[in-house]
């Protein structure tokens, strides 16, 4: 018996996205290209008789604070599983900011459940579950089957068995990001007009470099009907400084490619430093 499991996954930036409706929950998602980045969700799980879930978020002090009492596609999984746990997430990143942590949190309390009750789950087990937990749930479509792996990712398919290429070991250079607020991706994902002009958007290429991914999630960006006011302000800069830049999919914020990207970013807030990741989610440790 485990008296304690953790686990960590990786976010997701998509860059650019088209929503594919498919014939079961597995073959629904979207399809598109992101980064999968090395600031994630860590989660802890102990026994529990009831179900429960605390979401940390730690600051750029360092403190930490609950932000969340509940998480319902978490407790959708526990549902699905049968199990009660005590599940507390940790991020150090905002959530609702487009950096796909909501699929990060899914990720890895599952594969963390798994472990903590010995549930015998494939690692392709785990990511369906999470998968249908976030399209159930609306509260996205491709980050989990994105975060199976690291690197620039690119999904020709929809749900976590759909065709997916990395591009690793990119000569990225520094990567940034600014958030100016949650965009709460699900009123995006139930908006048909919204959805409606994010499909005419859509790019029908993988990238082939890091620059031609930001080029793409640009146009993108740029058609689908989704930028705001301080995401306009903040590409403005960017592209004053030629430093290439695009909007962080669904969030009210802008990431950016470059040495000085930083300090043009730095104008309007607090850039985020990003690290592309170099794998996905994880098994940390499990205590008996
Ligand atoms: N770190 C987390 N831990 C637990 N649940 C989370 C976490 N992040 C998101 N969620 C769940 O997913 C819902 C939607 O989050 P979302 O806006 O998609 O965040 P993101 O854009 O970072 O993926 C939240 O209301 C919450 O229920
Ligand atoms: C862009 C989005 C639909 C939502 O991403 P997030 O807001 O980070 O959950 C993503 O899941 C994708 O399919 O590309």
Redesign the pocket.
């Not at 509940?70 to 978490?74: C, D, Q, R």
């Given at each position: 018996m485990v008296d304690r499991a953790v686990a960590f996954c990786p976010?997701h930036i998509s860059g650019y996205f088209r929503r594919v409706k498919g014939t079961s929950v597995q073959t629904t998602g979207s399809i598109g290209a992101g980064i999968v980045i090395s600031a994630g969700?860590e989660a802890t799980v102990v026994p529990a008789d009831q179900p429960q879930?605390q979401?940390r978020e730690v600051d750029r002090a360092g403190s930490c604070s609950t932000v969340?009492t509940?998480?319902?596609?978490?407790a959708y999984v526990m549902d699905r599983l049968e199990v009660t746990a005590a599940v507390t997430?940790v991020?150090t990143f905002?959530?609702?900011?487009?950096?796909?942590?909501?699929?990060?949190?899914?990720l890895s309390?599952t594969a963390a459940l798994n472990v903590l009750y010995d549930l015998g789950l494939s690692t392709h087990q785990v990511t369906a579950l999470a998968h249908e937990a976030e399209i159930v749930?609306q509260?996205?479509l491709g980050?989990v089957a994105a975060c199976q792996g690291g690197g620039l990712v690119c999904r020709e398919g929809p749900g976590p068995d759909g065709t997916i290429t990395r591009l690793q070991d990119l000569m990225a250079g520094s990567l940034c990001a600014v958030t100016f607020g949650?965009l709460?991706?699900?009123a995006v994902l139930k908006s048909g007009p919204a959805m409606a002009a994010v499909e005419a958007a859509f790019p029908a290429r993988c990238p082939d470099s890091l620059v031609d991914f930001f080029h793409l999630s640009r146009q993108f960006a740029e058609h689908s009907g989704l930028i705001t006011p301080e995401v306009r302000h903040a590409l403005s800069l960017c592209d004053r400084a030629g430093v290439p830049a695009s909007m962080t999919m669904?969030?009210n914020g802008v990431f950016a490619l470059g040495d000085s990207a930083v300090e043009v970013l730095s104008a309007v807030g607090e850039p985020f430093h990003l690290e592309i990741a170099s794998g996905g989610f994880s098994i940390q440790e499990h205590v008996s």
């Open positions: 976010g969700v879930v979401v969340l509940a998480s319902p596609p978490i997430t991020c905002p959530i609702g900011a487009g950096f796909g942590l909501s699929a990060a949190a899914l309390a749930h509260t996205g980050d949650p709460p991706t699900p669904l969030g």
